[in-house]
């Protein structure tokens, strides 16, 4: 497989928003992200952004209802079609952050424990002023290296 553009991981995802300024701030204040690039068009409209989680990366923009596929939860009466999920260094710190910030907490942190033969780690689920699902872990073990 070639090699992604510089900067860029081989998958990432875009969030659409009524309020993408708001949800860019709060998502920065919440859970860490920090912004790489924000684009501002007219009305103060979010044509683009990038935000960065250590080598993760999403985009989140404008909801638009000229455009069907680009609309945020909250105009579909909370209807969601993605989830997003991320590992940090530290599940119980970002918890009590995201709580902080008015993040809709689903489920405290939970550890699920595949096996010895997989992996266990450590998480919650949450819900963005948005209305976008998220799940943030910390790996707690490893599964075996292959024999």
Not at 19 to 47: H, M, P, Q, T, Y
Not at 63 to 79: I, N, T
Not at 106 to 131: A, F, H, K, Q
Request: glycine share 8%; hydrophobic share 35%; aromatic share 10%.
């Amino acid at each position: 497989m070639k090699p992604t553009s510089p900067g860029w991981p081989r998958v990432s995802s875009a969030l659409y928003c009524l309020d993408a300024s708001a949800a860019i701030d709060w998502l920065c204040r919440a859970f860490g992200f920090e912004v790489r690039i924000k684009i501002v068009g007219e009305n103060g409209r979010i044509e683009h952004s990038e935000l960065e989680l250590s080598d993760g990366l999403i985009m989140v923009g404008s909801a638009d209802v000229k455009r069907a596929w680009c609309r945020s939860p909250r105009s579909l009466s909370g209807a969601n079609t993605q989830s997003l999920m991320a590992y940090v260094d530290d599940v119980e710190a970002h918890f009590r952050r995201a709580k902080a910030a008015g993040a809709q907490i689903v489920s405290e942190p939970t550890t699920v424990d595949y096996g010895p033969e997989y992996w266990s780690d450590r998480g919650y689920e949450c819900i963005d002023p948005e209305g976008h699902h998220w799940w943030f872990f910390q790996r707690l073990r490893n599964p075996p290296e292959p024999k």
